[in-house]
């Protein structure tokens, strides 16, 4: 297992684009589902995309088309293109990994980074 941290959020207008980028420091990027969730104020963490340890991606619907997860092997790290962004893409996005190569999203979830800042305003 190794350590998460997350960076690249920041405050954007709507349409604008942003990247997050989740580091590790072991070996999880190379051997693990990683994914991305995210949490407003006063709302449930809600899953935002997955992607298994060959990179296949999965996302929900309300981020389809404007998101798209990806990973560096070389460099460990999990990333997340955020493009045409919405006022209710707003939260702190967190990265977390699970102890399994394919993503079981039901299944725990138990490494995860502090989080990063993410706020979509006019």
């Known amino acids: 297992q190794g350590q998460l941290m997350e960076s690249g959020g920041g405050s954007v207008q709507p349409g604008g684009s942003l990247t997050l980028s989740c580091t590790t420091s072991g070996n999880t990027v190379r051997r693990n589902c990683m994914g991305w969730f995210r949490q407003a104020p006063g709302k449930e963490r809600e899953r935002v995309a997955t992607?298994?340890?060959?990179?296949?991606?999965s996302y929900e619907d309300s981020v389809k088309g404007r998101f798209s997860i990806s990973r560096d092997y070389a460099k460990n790290t999990l990333y997340l293109q955020m493009n045409n962004l919405k006022t209710e893409d707003s939260g702190i996005y967190y990265c977390?990994?699970?102890?399994?190569?394919?993503?079981?999203?039901?299944?725990?979830?138990?490494?995860w980074g502090r989080g990063t800042q993410v706020t979509v305003a006019s």
């Open positions: 992607s298994t340890r060959l990179d296949t991606p």
């Open positions: 977390a990994a699970q102890n399994r190569a394919v993503c079981v999203p039901s299944d725990p979830w138990p490494e």
